[in-house]
């Protein structure tokens, strides 16, 4: 079939990868335009757009895919389907409309839960213990279109949002090769309709949610840490006014005789934090503008002492 990919993050690489790897017909690649960034906000491409350049495959960078011109752009390259990853703008229906098997979304949920910008985040925040990966059929909605086919796998104790994310990034992308794999040219892939009812909402991450509430449980914190890893971080404020990343740490069922937020010194370098429910074992911290250091070094680089207190914003 003539497959025409949408992608732009990292999220999206493994399913490109993959479609070139089992020589499907590439018509082209749809990525964001290049966007500053780092310190010197130089124009960088998306990963999508790197690993295109490298097979040689035609790249298009619209600003915004509805425009009519772009879409006349689509039209003409006419594909047999549209395989949509991490694209990260909403398809109107004119280009939804152009391939006769229809546009192809990977989604990383078990749909219809977690609808949206940031389910990986919201699953490991909201302490789920399985999550998967969704193929559908892409209608004007927010992920509200017909269900292809899910796979499920649990969440570990110790994933993250990194790890989850390229768990499930290679999960989706060998689905949607045997999917793709069992279709014609000319007839969508069977679908059924999502429940509605059953739908939960995934939003977009803020720089807000990362700031610690030290009088919320262990797990809670702890799952916090987990689901914020890529963006925006964890983070909690410290004397005055340092602000702590929260890099890595573990919820212990013990509880500090202690307000939350008081810090306890444990056998000189073990370094724990009362919660409204348990402790939680700070292990790896990033203070601002320096490197991540292990708890111990934090112990002896600021000299800590039991009993000091670590802040959320709102209560400097």
């Given at each position: 079939?003539?497959?025409?990919?949408?992608?732009?993050?990292?999220?999206?690489?493994?399913?490109?990868?993959?479609?070139?790897?089992?020589n499907f017909e590439l018509i082209g690649v749809v990525t964001q335009p290049d966007r500053p960034s780092g310190r010197g906000k130089r124009l960088s491409p998306s990963p999508v757009k790197v690993v295109a350049a490298e097979h040689q495959l035609p790249i298009y960078q619209?600003?915004?895919?509805?425009?009519?011109?772009?879409?006349?752009?689509?039209?003409?390259?006419?594909?047999?389907?549209?395989?949509?990853?991490?694209?990260?703008?909403?398809?109107?229906?004119?280009?939804?409309?152009?391939?006769?098997?229809?546009?192809?979304?990977?989604?990383?949920?078990?749909?219809?839960?977690?609808?949206?910008?940031?389910?990986?985040?919201?699953?490991?925040?909201?302490?789920?213990?399985?999550?998967?990966?969704?193929l559908m059929q892409l209608d004007a909605g927010e992920d509200t279109g017909d269900i292809i086919s899910a796979v499920r796998i649990p969440i570990r104790d110790e994933d993250t949002a990194f790890t989850l994310t390229e768990q499930l990034a290679q999960l989706g992308a060998e689905q949607l090769v045997e999917r793709l794999s069992e279709m014609s040219g000319d007839t969508p892939p069977p679908s059924t309709p999502q429940n509605d009812a059953e739908a939960t909402h995934a939003?977009?991450?803020?720089?807000?949610?990362?700031?610690?509430?030290?009088?919320?449980?262990?797990?809670?914190?702890y799952n916090l840490v987990r689901g914020t890893a890529i963006w925006p971080g964890a983070y909690t404020f410290f004397r005055d006014n340092l602000r702590l990343k929260i890099i890595d740490c573990q919820p212990l069922p013990e509880t500090l005789n202690a307000s939350p937020g008081t810090l306890e010194i444990v056998e000189k370098r073990k370094l724990l934090v009362a919660t409204s429910d348990g402790a939680l074992q700070l292990l790896k911290i990033q203070p601002a503008t320096k490197k991540v250091m292990e708890a111990g070094d934090f112990i002896n680089g600021y000299q800590l002492q039991t009993g000091e207190q670590l802040l959320t914003a709102s209560s400097l």
């Amino acid at each position: 079939m003539r497959t025409l990919f949408m992608g732009t993050s990292e999220f999206a690489v493994p399913a490109l990868k993959e479609l070139i790897a089992h020589n499907f017909e590439l018509i082209g690649v749809v990525t964001q335009p290049d966007r500053p960034s780092g310190r010197g906000k130089r124009l960088s491409p998306s990963p999508v757009k790197v690993v295109a350049a490298e097979h040689q495959l035609p790249i298009y960078q619209p600003e915004k895919v509805r425009d009519p011109k772009f879409v006349r752009t689509l039209e003409r390259l006419a594909p047999d389907v549209t395989v949509v990853a991490a694209f990260g703008q909403l398809l109107p229906q004119t280009v939804l409309d152009i391939p006769p098997c229809g546009t192809i979304n990977l989604h990383p949920s078990l749909l219809p839960k977690y609808r949206g910008a940031a389910p990986i985040q919201w699953a490991l925040i909201n302490g789920e213990i399985e999550t998967g990966v969704t193929l559908m059929q892409l209608d004007a909605g927010e992920d509200t279109g017909d269900i292809i086919s899910a796979v499920r796998i649990p969440i570990r104790d110790e994933d993250t949002a990194f790890t989850l994310t390229e768990q499930l990034a290679q999960l989706g992308a060998e689905q949607l090769v045997e999917r793709l794999s069992e279709m014609s040219g000319d007839t969508p892939p069977p679908s059924t309709p999502q429940n509605d009812a059953e739908a939960t909402h995934a939003p977009r991450l803020t720089k807000e949610m990362g700031n610690v509430n030290w009088h919320q449980p262990a797990t809670t914190i702890y799952n916090l840490v987990r689901g914020t890893a890529i963006w925006p971080g964890a983070y909690t404020f410290f004397r005055d006014n340092l602000r702590l990343k929260i890099i890595d740490c573990q919820p212990l069922p013990e509880t500090l005789n202690a307000s939350p937020g008081t810090l306890e010194i444990v056998e000189k370098r073990k370094l724990l934090v009362a919660t409204s429910d348990g402790a939680l074992q700070l292990l790896k911290i990033q203070p601002a503008t320096k490197k991540v250091m292990e708890a111990g070094d934090f112990i002896n680089g600021y000299q800590l002492q039991t009993g000091e207190q670590l802040l959320t914003a709102s209560s400097l």
